[in-house]
């Protein structure tokens, strides 16, 4: 492999790595969430049982 094609390999790897912890941030953001609105209401689902 020549130079330039290692530096567009490690901009690719980095690329993909930050997409990786950008996804992991998400997922832990949206169950934190999910813990949050659940421990303030009660409720595990948006919907409300109907009388």
Do not use: E, W
């Not at 690329?15 to 949050?36: D, E, H, M, P, W």
């Amino acid at each position: 492999m020549n130079k330039n094609s290692d530096n567009s390999f490690l901009k690719f790897v980095m690329l993909c790595s930050g997409g990786f912890v950008a996804a992991i941030g998400s997922g832990i953001t949206s169950f934190g969430l999910g813990v949050y609105v659940f421990q303030q209401t009660g409720l595990a689902s948006s919907s409300r049982k109907q009388r």
